[in-house]
């Protein structure tokens, strides 16, 4: 598999009334992909759904870059009042997020169903 900046895999709508987004994301999220990645999070934005939920079982690894672009989000769906999850994180990924404190302020689940259910 040839390495791009897009490192969201697939954006999917898991209900039929569109409220609930499941984007999953891939690869190494670091400062050469954060850009391309925050744009991508912020696109199913504009259709308004209710939940949204970022996959992460296949991130190998994030930088400062990549949670930056994850706060960014945070702040953006509190605006706009939308449910975040966060779902998958690999022990690499946790524990960046339980260094800086993060897991205290997002949503994390074990899996994607896990957030569904929640």
Do not use: C
């Not at 409220?19 to 994301?25: H, L, W």
């Amino acid at each position: 598999m040839t390495e791009t900046n897009n490192a969201i895999r697939n954006i999917r709508w898991i209900d039929p009334e569109n409220t609930v987004v499941v984007v999953e994301a891939s690869g190494e999220i670091d400062l050469h992909r954060s850009a391309a990645f925050q744009e991508a999070l912020l696109e199913p934005l504009k259709h308004k759904p209710q939940r949204m939920i970022v996959d992460m079982t296949d991130v190998s690894y994030m930088d400062s870059s990549g949670v930056a672009s994850l706060v960014k989000l945070l702040s953006r769906v509190r605006r706009d009042k939308v449910d975040l999850k966060l779902a998958g994180l690999t022990p690499r990924v946790q524990s960046v997020f339980e260094i800086t404190r993060l897991d205290t302020v997002f949503d994390l689940y074990p899996g994607v169903q896990e957030a569904i259910d929640s």
